[in-house]
């Protein structure tokens, strides 16, 4: 009942937005909207993940509250992206037990998997700071491995059902190279001529485009140390660990810089974002994804701070434990975004290119 | 009773307003300049949080205007709609300085779309803001504070008071804690409006009729300082039942439809009225003279209410609209759904229908589809309405703004009704408008006499000032 009023209230905003039209040259929404005279909820599916919530047109419209035509596409398409998070995840019934108690299920899986590393390796250490002195190679590899698999499996299930719902079709090369050209540069998040958006408040800013980035950089960057360590390790039989000046390092203390100011910047913006633009039921995810974020990056920068002290197998099974838990949080937290928000502008691109 | 001192206070706050108080301040900086809006800050920048765009002349195409534009073509056309009851004068004045609009709006903060997007065939003749009007009216607010003008939300100016020649004070509700104050200042400059959304004014304009008006803008344009002009002799022009009156859905809200409850589909089919007639050619001309005349055609048929009614063959060749149509599958059942005389309606149509001559239908020409041997002909778009579903968009009188107001020289300065000049009292924007329209619209105007009329009023009041004791 109330989700179907979710989709009701956006729809009736489009017919609005529709009929006005003086948004037009805000970001990809409006153009987009325009190609249609009637909507359905696949459209709107698509319409709020081409959003970015950057809330310029929140404050442009004539027909925001406490106008009766009652239009806020910020907040209400923020709604309609959480319902569609939820609804293409995969396996379904995962997204629910987070959506329910993103906090507590976040925060029991974290304490169930130190307590099981507690178990399993209480009493190992290490002097020279190797992490598989404390646990072992082939058992920290196969778990992350099975978990990782398992997670990507989820996602990829999770993005086809999005793309197959929304009509993704006759994509091209150059639009593919146009939409990753535009997700990079997070393209709409700079505003007209990249003098920012409204966000968090009305005054005009690239604040939080400066953060996203290195939000989203930091996590490429973490990413890429990742793989160049298990390449070193496998390849070059070069082992962990790693001083600064090797890649694998380098590019994981700069992710971890990045993604710990990134996520604690947006953090913040979101405490102080205008309370008109934003949909209450779906902030807690978004805190959780977030937060679980920089504790990630945080316990992977302490890891290597307190390398040498007596608390790193502590902290190994911390940073470890936020981890296997971040991972299983991905399919269904405010991390499918990004893939929904690729898709979306991937038919946007499409379809302008072919009309 | 409280009493505050400025240099310049501004009273109105939307784009005559904000450009005055803007340029006032910029003239010099020292000036203790106050901007009186009565309305809470949610709903601040009068009309023009409804408008669009910005009509102005150029000789070569810019970074917001396609091709070229001249004065010359940009007066003709204002000639064409208003029937020659413009003001050539005064004109060609304001439409000399548009270009120099432009820039002093971009100067300002407000953004204007590329000029290649969009509602391409407006290009040529209005810059467009990006994000419709109220990105204008908070563009220039944002502007105004950081120049240090102080800005008064929901003080509503009741009253004004004159010594001699010289406005002293304003009366000013302060509607939060319901006090009266007293605004003084060397200088004033009314830019608040017109009186449309004053019902009681505008049945004593219109009689009954305007009962049925729905208003398109601001409910907070009440024509408090034109009554006080009024009252002290300031030379009022213009007939009030002049304005701006456009064809809009009759379900549209009382106050603040906007751009949103305009019907555009009108050129596409027949309009009849509640007797189930015709009462005017549909197809004499499109965007944007069609606006500007129906809705005083609506107003004075019976109940000011009329129908357009098209069939399925044009759905695609208009904008779609706020409320959805009316569909129905026969003309009766059209007939019953709005109350209309079956068997007239039938009638209507049919001999509209046999009336048809078959040409070639281009919506966005004036193309060779016209009907022959009806007392009203339908000289362009004439197709005839056989194809079923059938739709139907009932149509009220939207008041947009009005033109009666005070006479002002070419510096902004208000008229006196002996045709003196008063010593410092000035007026920009649609309290002005009626200087150089008496009737009918183009589309774009209104924001390029506000926004040229509000810089004068602000750089001439602080002249006027100087030589003041």
Redesign the interface.
Known sequence: MKITRIYEDAMKSCVICNSCRYCEGLCAVFPAMEKKRVFNLQDMDYLANLCHNCSECFYDCQYAPPHEFNVSIPAQFAALRQQSYKKYAFPNFLSFIFEKNAFISALLLVVLFFAGFYLAFAGKNSQSGDFFDIMPYTYMTSLFSIVGILVLIALIVGIVKYAKAIELKNVSFSAFIQTLKDALSLKYLGGHKNEGCTYPNETRSNVRKIFHHLTAYGFIFCFIATSLGAFYHHFLHIYAPYDLTQFPKLFGFIGGIFLCIGTLGLLILKLKADKKLIDKESVGMDYVFILMLFIVSFTGLLLMFFRESEYLAALLWLHLSCILTFFILLPYSKFVHMFYRFTALLKYNTEEEQH | MQTKEFDVIVIGGGNAALCAAISAKEENKNLKVAILESSPK??RGGNS??T?NLRSMHDAPTDVLTDAYSEDEFFDDVFKVTKGQTNEEYARFVISHTPQAVEFAKKHGV?F??SM???LHLGRTNA????????LV?AYF?TAKKLGIEIFYEFEALDLIFEADACKEALVLDKKNNQEVKFRAKVFIIASGGFESNLEWLEEAWGEKARNFIIRGTKFNQGKMLKALQKNKAQIIGDPTQGHMVAIDART?KY?G???SRVDCVSLGIVVNKDAQRFYDEGEDFWPKRYAIWGRLVANQEEQIAYSITDSKVQ?CY????FPPIVTNSIEELAQKMKLDEKKLKQTIDEYNQSVVAGQFNHTIQDNCFTKGLKIEKTHWALKIDTPPFYCYPLRPGVTFTYMGVKVDKTARVYKDDGSLFENLFAAGEIMAGNILTQGYVAGFGMSIGTVFGRLAGENAVKVMKGLK
């Open positions: 949610e709903w949080q409804h669009r953004r779309q590329p997007r969009g509602t467009f803001f990006l994000g419709g009007g109220k990105s908070n944002t809200p603040d906007g751009i949103a695609s904008m779609p609209s706020l």
